[in-house]
Structure formats: structure tokens, C-alpha cells
Nanobody, 115 residues
Framework: QVQLVESGGGLVQPGGSLRLSCTAS????????MGWYRQAPGKQREKVAS???????NYVDSVKGRFTISRDNAKNTVYLQMNSLKPEDTAVYYC?????????WGQGTQVTVSS
């Protein structure tokens, strides 16, 4: 059974930083491209970053230069370092494979950027 558990969210002021973590159980992580996704209130879920098993990365334009995705294959964990946060980054953040599997969605972690 696959389980993805996200953590690290919280309330932060504009310009602040957070580091999200996602730990995977089950046999999905080692060779999978993993992604971070987010869903803001009233908006569709979007992919913000992805990382291949070899470490190649991609980012949506709105987070380029501010967010960094990384992974530790030994720990089955993928990270999202978020710097220079903006109010429009407020959302629930999820990890999943890329492309995602609907059955793998976890509960996500809430990120709120507000003064």
C-alpha cells in the first residue's frame, strides 16, 4: 500500500521561507519522478516542481528562482525549499508521482503566507 505523508507547512510572513518534506512508503519512490503540487482555494491543483530519479528538475514559472526541489532516495523523501514566499503561494501542498496517480494523494500540508 502506497502512502505519501507531507509535512513542514505553516504560517509565514511574505518574504519568509519554509521547507516541506514528503516521505513515501511502499515501492513507488526509487525510480519515480516525483512532484510537488499545490491547490489554492477556488483554484485547480497545479504542479509546481518535479524531480527525476536522477535529480533533474523542472519548475512552474511562478516559482522559478524561489523554490528548490530535492530528494533523498535513501530516505524515500522529497523536499521543497520555498524562499521569498508570496501571499499567492498560499495553498495546500501535496506530493505525488509525476504524472500523478489519483490514488496516491495524501492530506497535504497547508502553507499560508500572510502578514
Amino acid at each position: 500500500q502506497v502512502q505519501l505523508v507531507e509535512s513542514g507547512g505553516g504560517l509565514v510572513q511574505p518574504g519568509g521561507s519554509l521547507r516541506l518534506s514528503c516521505t513515501a512508503s511502499g515501492n513507488i519512490f526509487r525510480f519515480a519522478t516525483m512532484g510537488w503540487y499545490r491547490q489554492a482555494p477556488g483554484k485547480q491543483r497545479e504542479k509546481v516542481a518535479s524531480i527525476t530519479s536522477g535529480g533533474g528538475t523542472n519548475y512552474v514559472d511562478s516559482v522559478k528562482g524561489r523554490f528548490t526541489i530535492s530528494r533523498d532516495n535513501a530516505k524515500n523523501t522529497v523536499y521543497l525549499q520555498m524562499n521569498s514566499l508570496k501571499p499567492e503561494d498560499t495553498a495546500v501542498y501535496y506530493c505525488n508521482r509525476d504524472p500523478y496517480f489519483s490514488a496516491y494523494w495524501g492530506q497535504g500540508t497547508q502553507v499560508t503566507v500572510s502578514s
